[in-house]
């Protein structure tokens, strides 16, 4: 990936200014590094995310190095985050996803649903336990 993308506005914002309020993230170590690392942030609706939803459910971030992919860190990331968010007693998470990413299937698996269909992804809720 070409790093220059998270100069783009419409990428950093996701990022920007962190510990805002509203804004959760862990990170996963191995052996002392970062292998992954997921986050959520509200947007309000004049200024929405690419899944944006409604203002009172953040947009999730997720991203695992390639090489530790598909061996359950992803799964173990987002299972903590979700404990995570159920503790701050956060009720949703939405997101986009492109339609060829292999990650769709993954969030489907996590128990998101896509209520919108967009020209190149997906845009998917998932209502969190006790919501």
Not at 1 to 13: F, G, T, V, W
Not at 60 to 71: D, K, Q, S, W
Request: charge should be neutral.
């Amino acid at each position: 990936m070409d790093r220059n993308i998270l100069q783009l506005p419409e990428i950093s914002k996701y990022m920007e200014s962190w510990g805002r309020d509203g804004d959760l993230g862990l990170k996963l170590l191995h052996e002392n590094q970062a292998i992954g690392a997921i986050w959520c942030r509200l947007f309000p609706a004049e200024e929405p995310g690419y899944g944006f939803v409604r203002e009172d459910i953040p947009e999730l971030t997720m991203a695992v190095l390639p090489e530790y992919r598909n061996r359950g860190h992803g799964l173990r990331l987002y299972r903590d985050f979700e404990e995570l968010l159920i503790r701050h007693q956060i009720r949703g998470l939405s997101l986009s996803v492109d339609k060829r990413n292999p990650a769709t299937r993954f969030y489907l698996r996590a128990g998101f649903k896509v209520i919108r269909e967009e020209e190149t992804a997906f845009v998917m809720i998932r209502h969190l336990p006790g919501s």
